[in-house]
């Protein structure tokens, strides 16, 4: 298969760094007794979720704590439309007082873009070596899965990732736009899913799950008096 678009040799340094680290992890599985490519790209995508765990958090705690502040956002808005340099003014002020910022949530994601990127490319077209990359109920991680049902775990997990961030941030006001999201982009993964090699959705999948499960950590740890209040 093809690698798809014209910016993969932008992430070319990226993938081969994937490609060797994939490779060594098949290897680990077969001094296992285990050889598994499916198995390997699972333990890949938890690595790097561990890797950018601290930037996954900063985005993430960046977020709550410009949804926190959206009501009085709001109201600045409404006081001060007529005088947009005093609303900007007191945005600052507010920012600063409650220590948000809101291009910090920006910083973290584009650092993690290049390595998201890298692990597409990758994957997408990755040369098993001749090993007969099938796992589970997959004939081949190089071809698209003939049940659907890694589409079905993309969408499904991408829904309940949107939704696990969301109860992080229970008190936030939701515009509509970002409600239609929360349906829209699970439908659109699980749809781009079915033409994707079934190893490439399987990285998306994992990624998911670790994610959900980084999500509920820091939904537990940055909340400790929600639970003694329970």
Same mark, same amino acid.
């Given at each position: ?18 490609? $060797? ?12 007794? @285990? ?16 890797? $950018? ?32 340099? @005093? ?44 090993? #007969? ?22 969408? #499904? ?71 003694? #209040?329970?």
């Amino acid at each position: 298969m093809e690698e798809p678009g014209i910016f993969g040799g932008i992430f070319s340094p990226i993938e081969h760094v994937m490609s $060797v680290i994939l490779t060594a992890l098949y290897s680990l599985t077969e001094t296992l007794g @285990v050889p598994s490519y499916g198995l390997a790209i699972i333990l890949l995508t938890i690595l790097i979720k561990i890797l $950018v765990y601290p930037l996954t958090k900063k985005q993430l705690q960046s977020m709550k704590a410009m949804q926190r502040i959206q009501p009085q956002m709001q109201k600045i808005q409404e006081k001060y439309k007529n005088n947009p340099q @005093v609303m900007q003014q007191k945005m600052m002020e507010l920012y600063q007082k409650e220590g948000a910022n809101p291009m910090s949530g920006c910083l973290p994601m584009l650092i993690q873009m290049p390595i998201l990127m890298g692990m597409y490319y990758t994957l997408y077209s990755f040369d098993y070596g001749g090993a #007969a990359p099938s796992f589970l109920w997959l004939p081949s991680l190089s071809e698209t899965d003939p049940l659907y049902a890694l589409p079905l775990l993309s969408a #499904a997990t991408t829904y309940l990732t949107s939704r696990t961030m969301q109860s992080g941030n229970a008190g936030a006001n939701q515009n509509q736009q970002m409600k239609m999201l929360t349906y829209l982009m699970p439908i659109f993964i699980g749809w781009i899913s079915l033409n994707f090699p079934s190893g490439l959705v399987l990285y998306w999948v994992t990624m998911n799950v670790v994610q959900i499960a980084q999500q509920l950590w820091m939904n537990r740890t940055d909340n400790p008096s929600d639970k003694e #209040a329970a």
